[in-house]
T-cell receptor, first 115, second 108 residues
Framework: DGGITQSPKYLFRKEGQNVTLSCEQN?????MYWYRQDPGQGLRLIYY???????QKGDIAEGYSVSREKKESFPLTVTSAQKNPTAFYLC??????????????FGPGTRLTVL | GQNIDQPTEMTATEGAIVQINCTYQ??????LFWYQQHAGEAPTFLSY??LDGLEEKGRFSSFLSRSKGYSYLLLKELQMKDSASYLC?????????WGAGTKLIIKP
């Protein structure tokens, strides 16, 4: 079955530690996205990548980093520079911005808690 | 600036009809999406409108008026499983802009 996987589902981290969230897709989608969701707020874009080896900052990129070495994978690192990292993180992918309706398909999410 | 407004919370009765509104002001418009999100889960796609008018899909319908910057999601024959948040998102020039979502509570 095609889809997007994120791991782990729940993650705990101590202050001052970096942590990497995994996102893998087997939909053969070109574009991938990372969002952060906080209670009572809409999804906020952290980073996105429209093609391998290229990515762009979203609205709230500070304290985060990404890589896109393979089409299927778009890991997100939450660094110690992120002041308030506790949130629900969602990864999404689309066939590509220029193609049709470009519906975003989401992974199940990772809930990160900083202790 | 770019802005999407939705009511924070709505309550409806099982079997009834509810309309969830979304108004937007964005730089560029290339379509509007509605997603459903159950608590603790990822959003799932419901509908997409790019032209004015009503799109019907089973119990759910979505309407768009580009001149008014307005959309609504209509849910008929409400079921308890429809209790969820409903997110409106506008496809701008380069990315999706998301509303904060409307939490829909269904009462028996």
């Amino acid at each position: 079955d095609g889809g997007i996987t994120q791991s782990p589902k729940y993650l705990f981290r101590k202050e001052g530690q970096n942590v990497t969230l995994s996102c893998e897709q087997n939909l053969n989608h070109d574009a991938m996205y990372w969002y952060r969701q906080d209670p009572g707020q809409g999804l906020r874009l952290i980073y996105y990548s429209q093609i391998v080896n290229d990515f762009q900052k979203g609205d709230i990129a500070e304290g985060y980093s990404v890589s896109r070495e393979k089409k299927e994978s778009f890991p997100l690192t939450v660094t110690s520079a992120q002041k308030n990292p506790t949130a629900f993180y969602l990864c999404a992918s689309t066939a590509g911005w220029a193609r049709g309706t470009d519906t975003q398909y989401f992974g199940p999410g990772t809930r990160l808690t900083v202790l | 600036g770019q802005n999407i407004d939705q009511p924070t919370e709505m309550t409806a009765t099982e079997g009834a009809i509810v309309q969830i509104n979304c108004t937007y002001q964005t730089s560029g418009f290339n379509g509007l999406f509605w997603y459903q999100q159950h608590a603790g889960e990822a959003p799932t796609f419901l509908s997409y409108n790019v032209l004015d008018g009503l799109e019907e899909k089973g119990r759910f319908s979505s309407f768009l008026s580009r001149s008014k910057g307005y959309s609504y999601l209509l849910l008929k024959e409400l079921q308890m499983k429809d209790s969820a948040s409903y997110l409106c998102a506008v496809r701008g020039n380069y990315q999706l802009i998301w509303g904060a979502g409307t939490k829909l509570i269904i009462k028996p």
